[in-house]
Antibody
Framework: EVQLVESGGGLVQPGGSLRLSCAAS????????MNWVRQAPGKGLEWVSY???????YYADSVKGRFTISRDNAKNSLYLQMNSLRAEDTAVYYC???????????WGKGTTVTVSS | QSALTQPASVSGSPGQSITISCTGT?????????VSWYQQHPGKAPKLIIY???KRPSGVSNRFSGSKSGNTASLTISGLQAEDEADYYC??????????FGTGTKVTVL
């Protein structure tokens, strides 16, 4: 079964750091590009970051310079290092696989990040 | 990276058809035929229902269809059913390798 499982969320103070992980299974992880997408409470979906199979990387302006996406194909894992966290980063963070037509065809269940003092 | 514009809400009676619009710009929807649509029930992860503008993934009902004209993409749900009540989001690949989501539409089945 194709599956993505996020972990690493939690409560962190403003200015703090957190590292999210996404464990992939059921498919050849190294062959796929991946996205992080977030959803603030009661709000819509927001694209956060992209990493290709050949490590091309893009970020949304809202996180550029603070977040770092990476992957470890040997561990079938995707990561999001989040630094200098702000209250507005509070959200459920989803990892998603990108299909051949740039669609996000497989999603994890998400992990919740709360930035609050 | 401004969000694509969707109506906040759309409603219809069971059996009816509804259409959700998704308006972008020449930097996203208008240039790339890479619009996808997602259905999200409360407390759940989004689910892909349309990709590349009009293609349906395996297992998705043929009651869902997509189209595009210029800078606007559309999702039509025909034969509306109670289980279709959910939030719907469009998403487009955009210039610079980014992605942009729509503002989201809440579909209510009356």
């Amino acid at each position: 079964e194709v599956q993505l499982v996020e972990s690493g969320g939690g409560l962190v103070q403003p200015g703090g750091s957190l590292r999210l992980s996404c464990a992939a299974s059921g498919f050849t992880f190294s062959s796929y590009s991946m996205n992080w997408v977030r959803q603030a409470p009661g709000k819509g979906l927001e694209w956060v970051s992209y990493i290709s199979s050949i490590i091309t990387i893009y970020y949304a302006d809202s996180v550029k310079g603070r977040f770092t996406i990476s992957r470890d194909n040997a561990k079938n894992s995707l990561y999001l290092q989040m630094n200098s966290l702000r209250a507005e980063d509070t959200a459920v963070y989803y990892c998603a696989r990108i299909g051949s037509g740039s669609q996000l065809d497989v999603w994890g269940k998400g992990t919740t990040v709360t930035v609050s003092s | 990276q401004s969000a694509l514009t969707q109506p906040a809400s759309v409603s219809g009676s069971p059996g009816q058809s509804i259409t959700i619009s998704c308006t972008g710009t020449s930097s996203d929807v208008g240039t790339y035929n890479l619009v996808s649509w997602y259905q999200q029930h409360p407390g759940k992860a989004p689910k892909l229902i349309i990709y590349e503008g009009s293609k349906r993934p395996s297992g998705v009902s043929n009651r869902f269809s997509g189209s595009k004209s210029g800078n606007t993409a559309s999702l039509t749900i025909s034969g509306l059913q109670a289980e279709d009540e959910a939030d719907y989001y469009c998403c487009s690949y955009a210039d610079g390798g980014s992605y942009v989501f729509g503002t989201g539409t809440k579909v209510t089945v009356l």
